[in-house]
């Protein structure tokens, strides 16, 4: 079972990125996906997460009217569409899955991948 990320990059302010987790080794069409980021010196935090059965979104406050999160189960992948972007979105940001229900716990994640750094300058 394997998660891997893409899409990080260097970005102004304003700007923005769109992440890709492809996930492989496992049909991953049943499974809640989400996305996770860890900033310099911060803990692991919820970002977003969408549903399996009915594609319901989950947002942090802090991503709310800029980040959307969708997922193509054709391609076994999901991906955060990232707006206005702000310095303190540098971060890590990692792809996760299993979760049985959408939540913001990490720990109710099975799978996640290495992660893709997102840098924004001001």
């Known amino acids: 079972v394997q998660l891997v990320e893409s899409g990080g990059g260097l970005v102004q302010a304003g700007g923005s990125l769109r992440l890709s987790c492809v996930a492989s080794?496992?049909?991953?069409?049943?499974?809640?996906m989400g996305w996770f980021r860890r900033a310099p010196g911060k803990e692991r935090e919820f970002v977003s997460a969408?549903?399996?059965?009915?594609?319901?979104?989950y947002y942090a406050d802090f991503v709310k009217g800029r980040f959307t999160i969708s997922r193509d189960n054709a391609k076994n992948t999901v991906y955060l569409q990232m707006n206005s972007l702000k310095p303190e979105d540098t971060a890590v940001y990692f792809c996760?899955?299993?979760?049985?229900?959408?939540?913001?716990?990490?720990?109710?994640?099975?799978?996640w991948g290495q992660g893709t750094q997102v840098t924004v300058s001001s």
């Open positions: 080794g496992r049909d991953f069409s049943k499974y809640v």
């Open positions: 969408i549903n399996w059965s009915d594609d319901s979104t």
């Open positions: 996760a899955a299993g979760a049985v229900v959408p939540t913001a716990r990490l720990y109710d994640y099975d799978y």
